[in-house]
């Protein structure tokens, strides 16, 4: 069964800390999504990519956190400094989006992220 | 305005009822809709799309009013396993023609015995 795969699952830093979370898509899926997910909020939609390209990132605190896709098969969000504001799950999702119409994605299990 | 509303609820309601949830999106230019589950602490999962002229899964009826910019999702006969979070999902036109994928805030349902 394909399936996205983040990592870490869980993770506890203090204040300051940077913190690296790393998705791999599904193989042959051409958008990565980054969302967070917090009771306040709901799903944020952060970033996203089309064939590792970043399309938009206005969802993101430019100041501190960062998306990449060094390679097909790796996203990474970053956060530094880390900020206890930061505390929510992150999710990873992939999909294949064909002629910009928005097909099924598939998320990971999401990355649990508390800041003290 | 959000682009994507739900009422959070929760709607609480005994097996066997049925309900129904509704989902406003403020851009006109939406392309593809759907609706996701999503389990206490799990990841959202697909439970079907939303296809203009309305569609069904067994239990499940979605349907989609574009004049008013709204989508249903009713869930007859409901069962305890139907206790989840329901998100809305709405596609619409992104930088460079490529779509961005938006999540309401979703609506807790419970189901009572």
């Known amino acids: 069964d394909a399936r996205v795969t983040q990592t870490p699952r869980h993770k506890v830093t203090e204040m300051g800390q940077e913190v690296t979370m790393r998705c791999q898509p599904i193989?042959?899926?051409?958008?990565v999504f980054w969302y967070r997910q917090t009771m306040m909020q709901g799903l944020e939609l952060l970033a996203y990519?089309?064939?590792?390209?970043?399309?938009?990132d206005s969802g993101m605190p430019k100041d501190r956190f960062s998306a990449e896709m060094p390679d097909a098969t790796l996203a990474t969000l970053k956060i530094q400094p880390s900020e206890p504001r930061d505390s929510a799950v992150y999710f990873c999702?992939?999909?294949?989006?064909?002629?910009?119409?928005?097909?099924?994605?598939?998320f990971g299990e999401g990355s649990w992220l508390t800041v003290v | 305005r959000k682009e994507v509303e739900q009422d959070p609820g929760p709607f609480n309601v005994p097996e066997g009822a049925t309900v129904a949830f509704n989902c406003t999106y403020s851009?006109?230019?939406?392309?593809?809709f759907f609706w996701y589950r999503q389990d206490c602490r799990k990841e959202p999962k697909l439970l079907m799309s939303?296809?203009?002229s309305g569609n069904e899964d067994g239990r499940f009826t979605a349907q989609l009013n574009r004049a008013s910019q709204y989508i249903s999702l009713l869930i007859r006969d409901s069962k305890l396993s139907d206790s989840a979070t329901y998100l809305c999902?709405?596609?619409?036109?992104?930088?460079?023609?490529?779509?961005?994928?938006?999540f309401g805030s979703g609506t807790r349902l419970s189901i009572r015995p």
């Open positions: 999702a992939s999909g294949l989006v064909l002629n910009d119409k928005g097909n099924t994605i598939y």
């Open positions: 193989l042959g899926h051409n958008t």
């Open positions: 990519f089309r064939n590792r390209a970043p399309l938009d």
């Open positions: 851009n006109s230019a939406s392309q593809s």
């Open positions: 939303v296809y203009s």
């Open positions: 999902v709405v596609t619409l036109p992104g930088y460079s023609s490529a779509s961005k994928i938006i």
